[in-house]
């Protein structure tokens, strides 16, 4: 396979060479990071053959929705107006996975001391990160528009089919140009440390958009008007690149042909000059990027560890030893400052809203009517579920980039280990449940009214006391002790549906409780607080294997 | 004699911070060398006095920089594709793709410095036998010792022939062995007109093979010379000498407070 791709590659050749790049160092660069590639993933499903590929299955997963988008598309005639629609998701789709994931792969520092003191150009070097990644995003591409093009040729004849295929490799290369263009484009507004910082956030922003856009945008499609919608050209039509891919597809029915031939064009060129602009004028403040981060390691960060903050003092309410007052402070201090660790929690948080909005279904052109009309309802039962994303941090707990750093659990003398996960499982329920449960029963008092309040709390309890129960019955490795990498096993996912199949019950169990009167609800409330006390106790004096 | 050759390194005024939001670490604090062709240079100094942001600023890793370094005589801000063709780095910390095999890793960096595949192959196998190494050339790294890495990152530091070599702590990890033998290389390679550019920590060490040692602390360099030049009654050895200069020679006054550490409670 790399070697395929390198012949791919070497069929551009002379055009590379045109933007300025020195093709022997970029092909060495390139094959240096697909070998490496090839090398690691083997010997990881090696070790559990049981799982596929990661990879592997995201494409399958890529392969499906694409399918599906498809067919939700199917019944729109006109071509460009389908097609514009099915590279615009496709483009956002790729947007998603580039910055999600693929952003670690551009501005990967670990290998600056080995080639930044060689003679390679800013542009070669980017270019050979732009290739590297294209190969994985050309794979997602292919996967998403499989389905659609078999789909599509019981519509359209061979040419389309093919124009469309090559669309979507056009598509990609757009995309990755404007991502690109975008990260160039900020870190010279933003600099340094604060440039990860803000990637993080727009990561997180993705996160939940295209989360509220899976749940929210089919419903708003209205197949029956799709059939007879026409997209008309107009002036800003040019400025949409997906349209430029899709007139590039329509191009080949040869109608219209005018407008058709500018979209063609647009397609071809955009791509082209863009990557001289990005190539050959960018790539000196892409070096610049990565020279920073040689130099951030050599800053000292000075933090407030003197200083200590309101909530580390919190920890003498909580926790009832030494060990796990210990547990908290780090997991405090760790999660206040790994970005990694507020990649993968955040976004589960910013969920909530959009989940509120989902399962409540508020009637927006009557908001206040359907508002009081969901006071008379059961349904701040959903706000209980919704607490359990804020519980959902535990499970990020065992990971950390620096797993090395474990081995003073092993070597020091010392086999409280119970303790400490009981401190930084406490920790994270003060600092991630306990404000958004607090958040949400606030808006259930408002809407509902104080009555209810004993139910929230003894639903806020029982989450609680089932998150403390998963902790138990899993093997749950002492905090920040495990790769990342071993999280891709879709472990998080089994649990997470586990919970969520327990949040069932909880709700059925406030509900059984909303029957009694409130002192026998906060009578149960107070003995589930006992449980969790003991469940506590239990995470303390259990033995842990420590690896 | 060698002196009045044209310096091969010339340093005006360098300067370097590391900001961070409002705080501002001034790391190199201006300093002004010329380095001569031939010269193996010792460059030592306190854990974080600056000596890797020197040589990282040099190699080219750390683009921006205040003041003017000429190489070669030419410009290094504005030459430093040309220049970089020219000189070779050892990193420290073993930073290397250690799922290549030394081979393969000596081919890449090899090609990334332009050299024909063929020249390219013979060298790196000489280089190998040099080391030591040919029968793990087709090893991969990711089980090899910290020494072997280190005589790999070695290998690909001077596979280009360079004229100037920068190594960081290049005998971390080396056996006594691997130390006489690249104690020998530097010495050749000095013999040949090349310039020898190195950090380390082990006194006993850049006292013995260097021309000139270069100590600075808190970004300036504060003794610069032939040990025999720099030695003064209190110091006969270089260890004491960069003890006396550092701020480190109240080591016995530093111990009681250590003792007194442990034994108050």
């Known amino acids: 396979m790399i070697n395929f791709s390198l012949f791919f590659v070497r069929l551009f050749r002379k055009l590379i060479q045109l933007w300025g790049v020195d093709y022997p160092q970029f092909e060495a660069l390139l094959r240096n990071k697909l070998v490496l590639d090839f090398r690691r993933n083997p010997s990881k499903h090696k070790s559990s053959k049981k799982k596929k590929n990661p990879f592997l299955s995201q494409l399958i997963t890529f392969a499906s929705i694409g399918g599906f988008i498809e067919f939700s598309l199917y019944s729109i005639n006109d071509i460009l107006l389908n097609f514009t629609i099915l590279y615009s998701i496709i483009m956002v789709m790729l947007a998603t996975t580039l910055i999600n994931e693929f952003t670690a792969v551009l501005f990967d520092e670990r290998d600056n001391d080995i080639l930044l003191a060689r003679p390679i150009s800013h542009r070669t070097l980017l270019l050979a990160r732009l290739m590297h990644i294209q190969f994985y995003v050309g794979y997602i591409a292919l996967a998403l528009s499989f389905i659609s093009g078999i789909v599509l040729a019981f519509k359209y004849n061979v040419l389309i089919i093919i124009a469309y295929f090559l669309g979507v490799g056009l598509s990609a290369w757009i995309t990755l140009l404007f991502t690109i263009f975008f990260y160039l484009a900020l870190s010279k507004v933003i600099k340094g440390n ?249 808006c259930t008092l408002l809407i509902w009214n104080i009555r209810i309040f004993p139910e929230m709390l003894l639903g806020g309890l029982l989450t609680i006391f089932m998150s403390l129960i998963m902790v138990t019955s899993q093997k749950t490795k002492l905090p920040f002790t495990q790769p990342r990498e071993v999280q891709q096993k879709g472990g998080t996912m089994i649990m997470m549906f586990l919970g969520m199949f327990l949040m069932g019950a909880i709700i059925g169990l406030v509900y059984l409780s909303s029957l009694l009167p409130a002192w026998g609800i906060l009578i149960i409330s107070l003995f589930v607080m006992g449980m969790i006390v003991l469940t506590n106790r239990f995470i303390r004096s259990k033995k842990y294997m420590i690896i | 004699m060698k002196q009045i050759e044209s310096p091969h390194i010339t340093i005006r005024n360098l300067k370097k911070s590391f900001s961070n939001g409002k705080t501002k670490n001034e790391v190199l604090k201006g300093i002004n060398l010329d380095i001569y062709p031939g010269q193996i240079i010792g460059y030592i100094g306190p854990n974080g006095a600056g000596k890797s942001t020197t040589v990282k600023i040099l ?168 040990f025999e030049e720099l030695k003064t009654d209190q110091s006969a050895t270089l260890e004491q000498l960069f003890a006396q200069l550092t701020g480190g020679q109240n080591s016995n006054s530093n111990a009681d407070v250590l003792f007194k550490a442990f034994n108050e409670n």
């Open chain 1, 194 to 442: 604060k440039f990860k910082d803000f990637i993080t956030y727009v990561q997180i922003f993705l996160a939940v958009v295209i989360f509220g856009g899976y749940q929210l945008v089919p419903q708003i499609i209205d197949t029956d008007a799709m059939k007879h919608i026409y997209m008309s050209v107009h002036w800003w039509t040019y400025l949409i690149p997906p349209a430029w891919v899709a007139g590039f597809v329509k191009f080949f029915t040869f109608t219209d042909t005018m407008n058709m031939a500018i979209f063609f064009t647009l397609a071809l060129a955009v791509p082209f000059f863009g990557a001289i602009v990005v190539v050959r004028f960018l790539s000196k403040g892409f070096g610049n990027i990565l020279g920073q981060s040689t130099a951030d390691k050599n800053s000292l960060i000075e933090t407030r560890s003197l200083k200590e903050k309101f909530s580390d003092h919190l920890n003498r309410l909580f926790c009832v030893t030494e060990m796990e007052k210990l547990g908290w402070k780090l997991t405090m201090k760790i999660t206040r400052r790994d970005r990694k660790f507020k990649q993968s929690v955040y976004p589960m948080l910013g969920i909530i809203p959009v989940m509120a909005i989902l399962m409540l279904k508020p009637d927006f052109r009557d908001f206040t009517g359907s508002i009081h009309k969901m006071g008379n309802s059961y349904r701040y039962l959903f706000f209980i579920f919704l607490g359990f994303f804020g519980t959902m941090s535990i499970m990020q707990l065992p990971f950390t980039d620096t797993p090395e750093a474990s081995w003073i659990y092993k070597a020091l003398p010392f086999n409280q280990h119970g303790h400490i996960i009981s401190g930084a499982v406490k920790a994270l329920l003060y600092k991630f449940f306990f404000p958004v449960y607090s958040l949400l029963t606030i």
């Open chain 2, 59 to 226: 190699c080219g890793i750390i683009p921006d920089f205040e003041g003017e370094i000429t190489m070669f005589g030419q410009d290094l801000k504005s030459n430093g594709l040309e220049i970089k063709k020219r000189i070779g780095y050892v990193p420290e910390n073993g930073a290397l793709y250690d799922l290549l095999t030394p081979n393969e890793y000596l081919t890449f960096i090899g090609t990334l410095y332009g050299l024909e595949a063929h020249s390219l192959e013979k060298r790196a196998k000489q280089l190998l036998s040099f080391f030591g190494m040919e029968e793990h050339a087709d090893q991969r790294m990711d089980t090899f010792s910290k020494g072997m890495k280190q005589k790999t990152l070695i290998m690909s530091g001077i596979i280009n022939d360079p004229d100037i070599l920068f190594l960081d702590e290049p005998l971390s990890g080396l056996d006594a062995n691997s130390v006489i033998l690249v104690k020998e290389m530097l010495t050749q390679l000095a013999s040949n007109g090349k310039t020898i550019f190195y950090c380390s920590h082990l006194m006993d060490i850049v006292e013995k093979i260097s021309d000139r040692i270069l100590l600075i602390n808190d970004g300036n360099v504060i003794a610069d010379g032939k």
